[in-house]
């Protein structure tokens, strides 16, 4: 259930009489920045997202953790700073493409290994650059897209080329007098 402030999750395994079969849980979700991500007064264009790296469950343990944190198109020197390293691997090289990307949106994965839910709920720290324009790119590619198609349609509809090869003739007949 979705509130304002959290997510209200019932997860349950599908098998529980078996009781030691393995399951697999993905879980995505887009979160609102405003309670995560501030502005740098120092640098304008640096930003810093901090917010928890995982949640606490009561009680789940997990032999491969893996977050995927996406940014928007544009950002650059990304820095992460976890609160206790505990064997993570970090690559911060990775694109996500959605709708109308034409370049990519830098994603950054966080991958663990025996992560305990409670003992590892703790805040982490995702630093990255981003130009003011770069948010701007998306709506003025697509403005020029549309007024490509636009253009197209009115220099198509402007020229009547003719699509069939015959040639029609008019029969026009004069009556003397």
């Known amino acids: 259930m979705r509130r304002e402030t959290s997510v209200d999750v019932r997860m349950r395994t599908r098998f529980p009489l078996c009781g030691g079969w393995i399951t697999n849980w993905d879980q995505g979700y887009e979160m609102p920045t405003k309670y995560h991500m501030r502005q740098s007064n120092d640098e304008g264009d640096l930003y810093v997202l901090e917010m928890p ?8 343990i997990a032999d491969n953790f893996t977050m995927f944190v996406t940014l928007p198109s544009g950002a650059s020197d990304i820095t992460v700073e976890l609160p206790a390293e505990n064997g993570a691997s970090i690559t911060t090289d990775g694109l996500f493409f959605g709708t ?12 663990m290994s025996n992560v305990n839910g409670v003992l590892h709920a703790k805040d982490f720290r995702l630093k990255f650059k981003m130009d003011t324009w770069a948010i701007a790119h998306k709506p003025i590619q697509l403005s020029i897209v549309v007024f490509g198609f636009l253009l197209c349609f009115i220099v198509i509809f402007r020229f009547q080329l ?6 029609k003739s008019t029969n026009v007949k004069v009556k003397a007098n």
């Open 53 to 60: 790296l995982m949640h606490a469950y009561d009680g789940y």
């Open 100 to 111: 109308l990307d034409f370049f990519g949106r830098p994603q950054v994965r966080i991958n």
């Open 162 to 167: 003719p699509i069939d090869n015959e040639t």
